[in-house]
């Protein structure tokens, strides 16, 4: 599976995205730098099909149906539009996103799921207070049980606080089975990674984005189909 981004922005003089273009594909995990509030969310829909951008394409494999960019490719963790309430349990977060996948999704259900992770001392804990790297693992790998699902958005990480190594390298672990990974984050967040010694991997890299204007929108953009 391959997804190209090709010059796509969002608002008015591109203030809620601009010009942006870059490329994700299976077996590989790639970053990309999106500064302010809104734009990491807005770049999270629209490479996984969730909004229409106002210029530019997103196709998949050549197809520009964005039905089936949202069938193939999961948006997780994009604030204020799909990350979980932060007062919600971990067991209420993976019960819902296992109903999502179609499997059991009772808590019992749930917490078995968790141990066979290797997370079952955090079922209790409410999501936001997981430590940002369990948070991460969760919820990539909740969203990789949904049938038809072989890519992964994870919008913006980074702003839950600790190293960013850390959720990297789990990027990378799902690339390395096959999943195609864009991480959306911030500029210092990029830094670090560039630095790995491991991103210099051929199916570690950084993805191709213009951003050049800091202003966020104060227009709601649009999204469209379902945000799951």
């Given at each position: 599976?391959?997804?190209?981004?090709?010059?796509?922005?969002?608002?008015?003089?591109?203030?809620?995205?601009?010009?942006?273009?870059?490329?994700?594909?299976?077996?590989?995990?790639?970053?990309?730098?999106?500064?302010?509030?809104?734009?990491?969310a807005v770049l999270g829909l629209i490479a996984s099909g969730r909004m229409r951008p106002d210029t530019g394409t997103v196709t998949i494999d050549g197809d520009a149906s964005p039905k089936e960019l949202r069938r193939r490719v999961a948006l997780v963790d994009a604030p204020d539009v799909n990350d979980p309430p932060p007062n919600?349990?971990?067991?209420?977060?993976?019960?819902?996103?296992?109903?999502?996948?179609?499997?059991?999704?009772?808590?019992?259900?749930?917490?078995?799921?968790?141990?066979?992770?290797?997370?079952?001392?955090?079922?209790?804990?409410?999501?936001?207070?997981?430590?940002?790297?369990?948070?991460?693992?969760?919820?990539?790998?909740?969203?990789?049980?949904?049938?038809?699902?072989?890519?992964?958005?994870?919008?913006?990480?980074?702003?839950?606080?600790?190293?960013?190594?850390?959720?990297?390298?789990?990027?990378?672990?799902?690339?390395?089975?096959?999943?195609?990974?864009?991480?959306?984050?911030?500029?210092?967040?990029?830094?670090?990674?560039?630095?790995?010694?491991?991103?210099?991997?051929?199916?570690?890299?950084?993805?191709?984005?213009?951003?050049?204007?800091?202003?966020?929108?104060?227009?709601?953009?649009?999204?469209?189909?379902?945000?799951?």
């Amino acid at each position: 599976m391959r997804v190209v981004v090709d010059a796509v922005s969002k608002g008015r003089r591109g203030e809620a995205l601009g010009q942006t273009s870059l490329t994700f594909e299976s077996g590989h995990a790639r970053f990309v730098r999106t500064e302010t509030e809104q734009r990491p969310a807005v770049l999270g829909l629209i490479a996984s099909g969730r909004m229409r951008p106002d210029t530019g394409t997103v196709t998949i494999d050549g197809d520009a149906s964005p039905k089936e960019l949202r069938r193939r490719v999961a948006l997780v963790d994009a604030p204020d539009v799909n990350d979980p309430p932060p007062n919600v349990t971990v067991t209420g977060v993976v019960g819902e996103e296992l109903m999502f996948a179609g499997l059991p999704a009772t808590p019992v259900h749930a917490r078995r799921w968790l141990k066979q992770t290797g997370f079952p001392d955090v079922a209790a804990q409410p999501i936001s207070t997981v430590d940002p790297h369990v948070r991460v693992r969760i919820l990539c790998e909740l969203a990789a049980l949904r049938e038809g699902v072989e890519g992964i958005v994870l919008v913006s990480p980074d702003r839950h606080g600790g190293g960013p190594e850390g959720w990297w390298r789990i990027a990378a672990e799902l690339a390395e089975r096959g999943l195609a990974l864009l991480v959306i984050i911030g500029s210092a967040a990029a830094e670090v990674i560039a630095r790995m010694p491991e991103t210099a991997a051929d199916h570690l890299a950084e993805a191709t984005a213009d951003d050049p204007d800091p202003a966020a929108d104060t227009e709601e953009p649009e999204t469209e189909g379902e945000i799951r």
